[in-house]
C-alpha cells in the first residue's frame, strides 16, 4: 500500500513540476482625440519568437487607419500586407538569436471616430520557435478609445484689455454726450 501511495505521490509531483509554456502577447489600451495617432505597442510576455512570427491586425476601417507598423526591437523587420482592416504582418528575427519576451512591435493608427467611442483592435497570430515549432497566440484586443476634445480659452492679453476698456469709456463718454 505504501508503494501505491508512493508511487502516486510520485507521479503527481512529476506532473506539478512540469510547467507548460504559454506563448503570450499583450498590449495596453491606448487613447487620443479625432484626428490624432495613436500607437498599439505589441510585446511578448513569454515564448520563443527564435523565427519570427506572423500576425493579423483586425481593425474597423470607419474608426481608424493604420498608418505603419514599427518594430519593437531592432532584431525584428516587420513585413506587411497593407490590407485595410486586416493587415498581415510577418515579423523576421533577422539575428536569429532567441527572444523571450519584450517588445516585439507598435502599430500606429490615426483615430477617426468622434467622441464618445472605443473600439477593438483584434491582433492574433503564431511565433516559430527555435526548435523548428509554431506556437499559437491567444488573440488580444486592446480598446483605442477616442477621448473628448478639451482646450483652454487663452487669456486675454494686455492690448485685449486695454482695448476692452478703451471701447467701454468711449460707449459711456457717447451716452452722456
Do not use: H, W
Not at 536569429?96 to 512591435?105: R, V
Not at 486592446?142 to 460707449?171: C, H, I, K, N, Y
Request: aromatic share 8%; glycine share 10%; proline share 6%.
Amino acid at each position: 500500500m505504501k508503494k501505491v501511495l508512493l508511487l502516486i505521490a510520485a507521479c503527481v509531483f512529476s506532473l506539478l513540476s512540469v510547467t507548460a509554456r504559454a506563448d503570450a502577447i499583450f498590449a495596453p489600451d491606448a487613447s487620443g482625440i479625432t484626428g490624432s495617432t495613436v500607437s498599439l505597442n505589441v510585446s511578448l510576455l513569454s515564448g520563443d519568437i527564435s523565427f519570427g512570427g506572423d500576425f493579423t491586425i483586425g481593425y474597423d476601417t470607419a474608426k481608424l487607419t493604420l498608418l505603419d507598423v514599427l518594430a519593437g526591437d531592432p532584431m525584428f523587420s516587420p513585413l506587411r500586407s497593407f490590407t485595410p482592416g486586416s493587415e498581415s504582418v510577418s515579423l523576421v528575427n533577422s539575428s536569429g538569436s532567441s527572444y523571450g519576451s519584450g517588445p516585439l512591435f507598435s502599430v500606429l493608427f490615426r483615430i477617426l471616430a468622434t467622441f464618445p467611442d472605443s473600439t477593438p483592435v483584434d491582433i492574433s497570430g503564431v511565433l516559430y520557435d527555435a526548435a523548428g515549432g509554431t506556437n499559437a497566440l491567444t488573440t488580444i484586443s486592446p480598446l483605442v478609445t477616442v477621448d473628448q476634445r478639451t482646450g483652454t480659452l487663452p487669456e486675454p492679453g494686455v492690448f485685449g484689455l486695454a482695448g476692452a476698456a478703451l471701447l467701454a469709456m468711449a460707449v459711456r463718454r457717447m451716452r452722456r454726450g
